[in-house]
């Protein structure tokens, strides 16, 4: 079973930049992604990346943050600048047999139809 681990998160102040790790504990051809949950809020998706290395992003980063990957394609990484309170959350990388299309939505709707990581915190002041 894919095995994954964030790291990177932290406190930062709005306009700031912070970037994420996420180690995979064995590479397959799996879509990875980038996912968060805020208080009372639905988990959504962030990012996205295929094993063809093609990227989605939701509307509200796209532009701000930058999804890639190593060459090894065993750490994923998640490029965030340009950060606003609104992206105070819980960030999970995530990795899944679907295709990009469906991804945010299977995984959202669906916990289980994917591996995760445990999360880790980002925190923008203003």
């Known amino acids: 079973q894919v095995q994954l681990a964030e790291s990177g998160g932290g406190s930062v102040q709005s306009g700031g930049s912070l970037t994420l790790s996420c180690a995979v504990s064995?590479?397959?051809?799996?879509?990875l992604g980038w996912f968060r949950q805020a208080p009372g809020k639905e988990r959504e998706g962030v990012a996205s990346?295929?094993?063809?290395?093609?990227?989605i992003y939701a509307e509200s980063v796209k532009g701000r943050f930058t999804i890639f990957r190593d060459n090894a394609k065993t750490t994923l990484y998640l490029q965030m600048t340009r950060l606003q309170s609104e992206d105070t959350a819980v960030y999970y990388c995530?990795?899944?047999?679907?295709?990009?299309?469906?991804?945010?939505?299977?995984?959202?709707?669906?916990?289980?139809?994917?591996?995760w990581g445990q999360g880790t915190q980002v925190t923008v002041s203003s």
């Open positions: 064995e590479y397959r051809d799996y879509t």
């Open positions: 990346i295929d094993v063809d290395d093609s990227t």
């Open positions: 995530a990795a899944g047999a679907h295709p990009p299309s469906v991804f945010f939505d299977v995984l959202v709707r669906r916990a289980d139809a994917g591996h």
